[in-house]
């Protein structure tokens, strides 16, 4: 994932192809993380086939990695890195390069803001099917159409996030998507006893947190790619590397920790035996509500204009 984040902001310096770029990036992860949910129906088709059970599951995935290690293939061999890239590299350590990318006050705002949500969003993903069954009480397999809802909603804005990061930058865009998720959360924790049909509840949801799914899935790399753009020009040495090994790191802390603290807050509440209990559910809700209105805070101090007004004048130096 490093040198692949690494490498587009290289290749790709005009701003509305980033955006598309990410766009498209967003749809194919998305594309194949529903190939991924649906391995349940590729293994029954196999099984129906004369297979035994485990020679289903053991086809199944390995049809997945060889198409995968196919797929990563493709660019390692197609793109010659040279004919878009022309590489200053760096001179100092490792450890200076990382305390450079930490002194970039864009950057710090950036993963900062990009680790809250990160947070906000393990927190719902880790305790979606939960929220479906013990806080509206309906059957676990509806958590599959809520889930699937939210995607399709989320695939249906795609096209106009992109056309809206183009005309009014990916920060207004960034705040407002962190704002629907903070309120999507509050909801879960205050909203679960509204006297509504739990299916219309859960679908309400559903449709209401597409439009951050689509924000979050398609900005935050592009958003990046402005910073180390921005560092490039300024310092006059690629750095693509360490600042998107910095923010992997970062951000994949924020998952690491809602691993580790959503079964301490399930189980607040719960019945004797039981692991889920419908006030930590709730609280779980309330606490990612609240990382996710930091990271609207923290979004809000990122500087953008700023970045972009950098960028925009070396391009025009450059006559592009």
């Given amino acids: 994932m490093i040198p692949h984040n690494a490498l587009l902001p290289e290749m790709i310096t005009d701003q509305g192809k980033l955006v598309n770029a990410y766009t498209y990036n967003s749809l194919f992860f998305v594309t194949g993380s529903a190939l991924g949910y649906v391995t349940p129906a590729f293994v029954g088709m196999i099984k129906n086939a004369g297979q035994t059970p485990l020679m289903a599951w053991r086809i199944v995935f390995a049809l997945f990695t060889v198409i995968g290690i196919a797929l990563l293939l493709v660019p390692a061999f197609t793109i010659k890195e040279t004919d878009y890239v022309s590489s200053v590299r760096p001179t100092v350590s490792l450890l200076e390069s990382l305390k450079h990318a930490f002194s970039n006050k864009h950057f710090v705002m950036v993963t900062i803001g990009q680790l809250l949500e990160g947070t906000s969003m393990a927190f719902f993903q880790s305790c979606i099917m939960y929220y479906v069954t013990t806080l509206l009480g309906l059957e676990e397999t509806k958590s599959v159409l809520i889930l699937a809802t939210s995607i399709v909603g989320s695939l249906i804005l795609y ?3 992109n056309k809206l990061a183009k005309k009014q930058g990916k920060k207004p865009l960034m705040v407002s998507a962190c704002i629907v998720f903070t309120l999507a959360e509050f909801v879960i924790c205050f909203g679960a006893d509204w006297p509504f049909p739990p299916m219309a509840k859960a679908l309400g949801l559903a449709i209401f947190v597409s ?8 900005l935050p790399g592009s958003m990046m790619a402005d910073v180390i753009q921005y560092d490039t020009i300024k310092h006059g040495v690629n750095r693509e590397g360490v600042f998107g090994a910095a923010r992997s790191f970062v951000t994949k802390i924020g998952t690491s920790l809602a691993i580790m603290i959503v079964p301490s807050l399930t189980v607040i509440g719960a019945a004797a035996g039981e692991n889920i209990g419908r006030t930590g559910l ?3 809700g309330l606490v990612g509500g609240v990382i996710c209105l930091i990271a ?3 979004f809000s101090l990122y500087k ?3 970045v972009l007004a950098v960028i925009k004048e070396e391009r025009e130096k450059e006559g592009k």
């Fill in 159 to 161: 096209i106009p996030v």
């Fill in 211 to 218: 439009y951050p799914f689509a924000v979050l899935n398609i």
């Fill in 282 to 284: 709730k609280i779980t």
């Fill in 296 to 298: 609207v805070i923290v």
């Fill in 304 to 306: 953008e204009k700023d």
